[in-house]
C-alpha cells in the first residue's frame, strides 16, 4: 500500500472534532509510588474510563460517523468478541441506524448481553470452524451493510488516535510512549498523533509474549500470521497486523516490544493498588513493558494509553488470586 492511502494526523484532526459531545475526554492520571519505581514521571491516559470501557469507542464512532444518507439506512456490519462490537453497537445506537455483529459463541456472555443492549442483532458463529470475516462480507454484500472491521480500517485509525492526541495537548512533550498492540489500530493512530505533536518522542507497540506477530513484522519487514495466541490478553489476541496498519508502524514506530502473562497480572495488581482501577490485562501491556525498560526511562516523560477494562470481577479476581 503506498503511503498516499494512510492515514494522517489531518484524519485524527478531523476525527477528534466528529466526536467532540460524543466520547469522553478520559482522564489522565498519575501514580507517586509508580513514579519512585520507574524513576520517571508517568502519565496514564485512562480509555478504561471511555464510553463501552475501552478505547474501540474513538474509532468506531468515528468511522460510522463519516457514512453517508444510503449507508445509514442500510446499516453497519462488524465481528469481534467484545470491545469493537460493544463500540459499533453503541455508535450505531446514537447515529439511529441498524447494527448486525458477527460474534463467537464462546465470546464472553456479558459481552453478547451489553451489544444486544446497544441494539444491534447478534450472529453467533464457531471461532474454530467459521471464518468470521467471510460471514461479515456476506452479510454486507446480502444486506448492502458496510462492514467496519475491528481495526484495519483509516477511519477507525484516525479515531484511535485521538487518545494520544488529548494526552499529548494535556501533559505536553513526552520522551517516550507505551501503547497496546493487537492489530495495530490503536498504535498506529497514537503513532501518527505523537510524530505530529511529539516529534522525539520514542513511540513503543506493546504486545503479548505468545502473539509476538507484530513484533515479528515490524522487525522483518512485512506482515506475519500467526495462530491465535494463548494469552490471556484477550484484546490482543490478533492473528496478524493490518494492511493500513502495518504501513504507519513500520515507518513511525521505534519498536515493538513483548510482555508475559505474568508481568500483566503485575500490572493488573498495580493498577488496582496504587490507582484504584480495574483493568483489563490488554490494558496493562504499556505499564509491563515500560517497567521492562525501567534503566532507559530514567527522569523522563513517559506516557502509557490504558486501553480498556473490560474484564469481569470474576476473572479480574481469579487472575489476581493466580487462577
Same mark, same amino acid.
Given at each position: 500500500?503506498?503511503?498516499?492511502?494512510?492515514?494522517?494526523?489531518?484524519?485524527?484532526?478531523?476525527?477528534?472534532?466528529?466526536?467532540?459531545?460524543?466520547?469522553?475526554?478520559?482522564?489522565?492520571?498519575?501514580?507517586?509510588?509508580?513514579?519512585?519505581?520507574?524513576?520517571?514521571?508517568?502519565?496514564?491516559?485512562?480509555?478504561?474510563?471511555?464510553?463501552?470501557?475501552?478505547?474501540?469507542?474513538?474509532?468506531?464512532?468515528?468511522?460510522?460517523?463519516?457514512?453517508?444518507?444510503?449507508?445509514?439506512? +442500510?446499516?453497519? &456490519?462488524?465481528?469481534?468478541? $467484545?470491545?469493537?462490537?460493544?463500540?459499533? #453497537? @453503541? !455508535? /450505531?445506537?446514537? %447515529?439511529?441506524?441498524?447494527?448486525?455483529?458477527?460474534?463467537?459463541?464462546?465470546?464472553?456472555?456479558?459481552?453478547?448481553?451489553?451489544?444486544?443492549?446497544?441494539?444491534?442483532?447478534?450472529?453467533?458463529?464457531?471461532?474454530?470452524?467459521?471464518?468470521?470475516?467471510?460471514?461479515?462480507?456476506?452479510?454486507?454484500?446480502?444486506?448492502?451493510?458496510?462492514?467496519?472491521?475491528?481495526?484495519?480500517?483509516?477511519?477507525?485509525?484516525?479515531?484511535?488516535?485521538?487518545?494520544?492526541?488529548?494526552?499529548?495537548?494535556?501533559?505536553?512533550?513526552?520522551? +517516550?510512549?507505551? &501503547?497496546?498492540?493487537?492489530? $495495530?489500530?490503536?498504535?498506529?493512530?497514537? #503513532? @501518527? !498523533? /505523537?510524530?505530529? %505533536?511529539?516529534?522525539?518522542?520514542?513511540?513503543?507497540?506493546?504486545?503479548?509474549?505468545?502473539?509476538?506477530?507484530?513484533?515479528?513484522?515490524?522487525?522483518?519487514?512485512?506482515?506475519?500470521?500467526?495462530?491465535?495466541?494463548?494469552?490471556?490478553?484477550?484484546?490482543?489476541?490478533?492473528?496478524?497486523?493490518?494492511?493500513?496498519?502495518?504501513?504507519?508502524?513500520?515507518?513511525?514506530?521505534?519498536?515493538?516490544?513483548?510482555?508475559?502473562?505474568?508481568?500483566?497480572?503485575?500490572?493488573?495488581?498495580?493498577?488496582?493498588?496504587?490507582?484504584?482501577?480495574?483493568?483489563?490485562?490488554?490494558?496493562?501491556? $504499556?505499564?509491563?513493558?515500560?517497567?521492562?525498560?525501567? !534503566?532507559?526511562?530514567?527522569?523522563?516523560?513517559?506516557?502509557?494509553?490504558?486501553?480498556?477494562?473490560?474484564?469481569?470481577?470474576?476473572?479480574?479476581?481469579?487472575?489476581?488470586?493466580?487462577?
Amino acid at each position: 500500500m503506498s503511503h498516499s492511502n494512510l492515514s494522517t494526523y489531518e484524519d485524527v484532526v478531523a476525527a477528534a472534532e466528529r466526536l467532540r459531545g460524543y466520547a469522553h475526554r478520559t482522564p489522565v492520571m498519575r501514580s507517586r509510588l509508580l513514579d519512585a519505581e520507574l524513576g520517571a514521571q508517568l502519565f496514564f491516559k485512562c480509555e478504561t474510563l471511555q464510553r463501552i470501557g475501552a478505547f474501540k469507542f474513538r474509532g468506531a464512532f468515528n468511522a460510522l460517523s463519516k457514512f453517508d444518507e444510503h449507508q445509514r439506512r +442500510a446499516g453497519v &456490519v462488524a465481528f469481534s468478541s $467484545g470491545n469493537h462490537a460493544q463500540a459499533v #453497537a @453503541l !455508535s /450505531a445506537q446514537l %447515529l439511529g441506524m441498524p447494527a448486525t455483529i458477527v460474534m463467537p459463541q464462546d465470546a464472553p456472555p456479558n459481552k453478547i448481553a451489553a451489544t444486544r443492549g446497544y441494539g444491534a442483532n447478534v450472529v453467533i458463529y464457531d471461532r474454530y470452524t467459521e471464518d468470521r470475516e467471510a460471514i461479515g462480507r456476506k452479510l454486507a454484500q446480502e444486506q448492502g451493510m458496510t462492514l467496519i472491521p475491528p481495526y484495519d480500517h483509516p477511519d477507525v485509525i484516525a479515531g484511535q488516535g485521538t487518545a494520544v492526541k488529548e494526552l499529548i495537548e494535556e501533559v505536553g512533550e513526552l520522551d +517516550a510512549l507505551f &501503547v497496546s498492540l493487537g492489530g $495495530g489500530g490503536l498504535l498506529s493512530g497514537s #503513532a @501518527l !498523533s /505523537a510524530r505530529a %505533536l511529539s516529534p522525539k518522542c520514542k513511540v513503543y507497540g506493546c504486545e503479548p509474549e505468545a502473539g509476538n506477530d507484530g513484533q515479528r513484522s515490524f522487525r522483518e519487514g512485512r506482515i506475519i500470521h500467526i495462530e491465535t495466541p494463548k494469552t490471556i490478553a484477550d484484546g490482543a489476541q490478533t492473528q496478524h497486523l493490518g494492511e493500513h496498519t502495518f504501513p504507519i508502524i513500520r515507518r513511525d514506530v521505534d519498536d515493538v516490544i513483548t510482555a508475559s502473562d505474568a508481568e500483566l497480572v503485575e500490572g493488573m495488581r498495580s493498577f488496582a493498588a496504587t490507582m484504584k482501577l480495574m483493568v483489563e490485562p490488554t490494558g496493562c501491556l $504499556g505499564l509491563a513493558v515500560a517497567r521492562q525498560l525501567k !534503566s532507559q526511562l530514567r527522569g523522563q516523560r513517559v506516557g502509557i494509553v490504558i486501553s480498556g477494562g473490560n474484564v469481569s470481577l470474576d476473572r479480574f479476581c481469579s487472575l489476581l488470586a493466580g487462577g
